[in-house]
Structures are given as C-alpha cells and as structure tokens.
C-alpha cells in the first residue's frame, strides 16, 4: 500500500501484522481520488475508520488543507501517526482515538463540519448503515461535500436519508463505494 500521488507519492504506508485491517487497493483508491480529484484543494477532511490512514493521507498529498483520523484501535493510530511523519504530513493532520460513530456525534456537538467524510468501517458488521445514518443526522458534511463509504456489495444501506443524497456507486467486485453529497 503506497500513497499514489502528490507531495508525498510512492511512499510505501507501514501496514499492521494480521487481518484486523482490510485496506482499501490500490486499484480502489486510484479510482476514488480520480473521481474526487476536483474536490480535493484545500479540503477539510476527515477519515473515520482510518485503519493505516490511507485514504486521509492521500488526500492531505493531493492537497488537502487539514484531516482528522478516527479510529479506536490504538495500534492503528500508531500506524497513521506514523506514516503521517515519514510522509511529511503530520503537521496537517489530527489524530482522535474514538468510535468513528462516537466521533461523528462528537463533531455534530462541537459545530464541526467537513468537505469530504471517508468511512471504510469492517464490512458485513451493519457499520457502513449505521455511520451513514449518524453522518446524516448529524449534519457534518458541509454543503456541497460528499462522504463516501466504502463497503461489502451484500451491506444493504439505509433509506430515507434527511441532509444526504446517493449521488453516485461504484462497484470493484466485492467493494462498493457509495457517494452521498449534503442535500442543499
């Protein structure tokens, strides 16, 4: 796993021992950040499940102006906090221990908002579902921003969404990427 490009591309990511994390491919993320790619300067950015930190990693490289890393695992924020220094991006980034649903309300409390939300929860465990719904009652997607939710084809997601439209899906195999934008 590598960022693939920006101020830090090529570095190789440091990932955990074991299966307690799936990354998102390459091949995926390839295709997420050319979807996103007019999207990405100056960006507030925050990356719930960070596992490694990749996703918010790639976009602090392709320019994003600040991201937040949830995640509850301590090992994983090690992990982004590491591999936040060696890309040369830890003074841009925020890295908070806690329940990505947890931080989602958190943020809703204190006013704090987004442009874009990356949610790669473990799959086939209802969490995609669920942090969408808190993303959508909580109204932390700035207008104009999307959130995108990487998750199993076989996780159904939830309906009659107040402050979020689908706006687009994109299929890998077993990986969907759903995009919801802040309904205006």
Known sequence: MRIITGTAKGLKLKTPRGHDVRPTTDRVKESLFA?????????????????????????LSRGAATAVFVDASPSSLALVRDNAAR????????????????AVGHFARSGRTFDLIFCDPPYNKGLA?????????????RPGGVAIVEHSRHEPL?????????SRTERYGETILTFLEHTT
Do not use: C, M
């Open 35 to 59: 979807i996103l790619a007019d999207r990405l300067n100056g960006a507030v950015v925050a990356d719930l499940f960070a596992g490694t930190g990749s996703l918010g990693l790639e976009a």
């Open 87 to 102: 890309a040369r991006l830890a003074d841009r980034a925020e890295i908070l221990r806690k329940d990505a649903i947890a």
């Open 129 to 141: 579902a669920a942090i969408i719904q808190k993303i959508d009652a909580g109204n932390i997607l």
């Open 158 to 166: 939830p309906a009659g969404l107040v402050n979020l439209t689908i």
